[in-house]
């Protein structure tokens, strides 16, 4: 199978048709817009719906309707963007309806730049809108990734009627890299017929009732006790998923004195890091969570269990997000350090390598103050 170049915003709209996506609302803003001009130029074209909303409120409550019928859908944005969609999205999580949400993100707070940045972290993973809910949220590192990932976000999204984000930040989005683009995708054999997508039947959808029972999709209950009862069953839900959806990556952690954990574009840099450490005989590894919530909680337990004497450094494009998952996940089992900065801003593979040098050095002094004692 032949490679194409594409950017990563336009392997996530390609690898959404491809995942069965027949509808998307969305509105335009930088540095995702590639995405949505992709789709405006392919989804109608290969059976599917797309609107270019008036507004980002408008694009996110068209998706709430048609997620209600029971098809694939799917908006994006970027960080300002997905801050006027949260209402919608709560509805949606509340509603307990699929849909796909992808966040290319950029520096904040306010209108910030254009720029790459990763400080939309506690935004995705915390829910972002009101009441007590989660968006199940993956983060692709390669823009291959951002394609194989959208069928990976439909599924879950339909297993679990939620709401799934794609977040990725504008280095991702508008980097260009050969991916294979597997299917019967537009761009990868000149055909404009869509992706064959079975789907399970939906009972739950609001497709016309002559038959059965009608079908009623709401997050509003104002009986005594109606919304607790609704609550719990999202809070079993959420368990199931926190059980069976972790993914990451680890990269030479076994034997590792000092893991870096990096997600999205920061963990490609931190990937030369370790490269760079391990030929010089440092024993660095890697964690790299995939799914952001549910957080990958088994592999920083596992390594944090083993008896062993472990540094966590964390690198963000921001000033500090992740980092309270990485604390959460090792319960004071062992030392975390963390190096970020934001606004455009992003770590380097110097600034990584001097960061480890720098409490390494630390550690031996402190280790050699105690023997001293």
């Known amino acids: 199978m032949k490679k194409i170049l594409m950017t990563g915003n336009e392997a996530i709209a390609e690898g959404a048709i491809q995942a069965g996506c027949t509808f998307y609302a969305g509105y335009p803003i930088t540095p995702q817009n590639e995405l949505i001009a992709y789709m405006a130029a392919h989804l109608q074209d290969r059976g599917g719906i797309f609107i270019q909303a008036e507004s ?26 997905i801050s006027l969609k949260q209402e919608g999205i709560s509805y949606i999580a509340g509603s307990q309806l699929p849909a796909v949400i992808v966040n290319i993100m950029r520096g904040g707070p306010g209108l910030g730049n254009i720029c790459p ?51 990725g ?75 069976k959806e972790e993914r990451w990556e680890e990269i030479l952690v076994n034997d ?40 990958p909680n088994k592999i920083f337990w596992r390594l944090a269990v083993n008896g062993k004497r472990l540094t966590f450094l964390v690198i963000e494009m921001s000033y500090g997000q992740m980092i309270e998952d990485v604390r959460l996940a090792l319960e004071g089992k062992a030392q975390v350090e963390f190096l970020g900065r934001s606004g455009g801003g992003i770590p380097t ?24 004692k």
């Open 256 to 295: 590792a004195e000092v893991v870096l954990v990096a997600y999205g574009s920061m963990a490609r840099i931190a990937k030369a890091a370790v490269k760079s450490l391990r030929s010089k005989g440092k024993k660095i590894g890697l964690i790299r969570p995939i799914t952001l919530w549910p957080f």
């Open 117 to 167: 940045a990763q400080s939309d972290y506690f935004q995705a993973t915390r829910g972002g809108g009101h009441g007590d809910y989660y968006c199940i949220v993956l983060a692709p590192a390669s823009v291959q990734e951002s394609f194989d990932l959208m069928r990976t976000a439909f599924e879950l999204a339909d297993k679990y009627r939620n709401p799934v984000m794609i977040l």
């Open 56 to 81: 980002e409120i408008a694009a996110i409550n068209m998706v709430y309707g048609a997620a209600a019928c029971g098809v694939r859908v799917m908006t994006s944005s970027s960080s300002p963007g």
């Open 349 to 372: 593979e110097e600034e990584i390598i001097n960061k480890v040098r720098e409490f390494a050095d630390n550690n031996l002094t402190n280790s050699r103050t105690r023997e001293l």
């Open 169 to 243: 930040d504008g280095m991702l989005g508008q980097m260009m890299e050969p991916i294979l683009a597997k299917g019967e995708g537009h761009m990868a054999y000149g055909n404009h017929k869509p992706y064959a997508i079975s789907h399970k039947p939906k009972p739950w959808a609001l497709t016309g009732c002559k038959g059965r029972k009608p079908n009623i999709v709401r997050s509003l209950y104002m009986a005594e006790g109606d919304l607790e009862k609704s609550n719990l069953k999202l809070q079993k839900k959420y368990k199931a998923i926190q059980a």
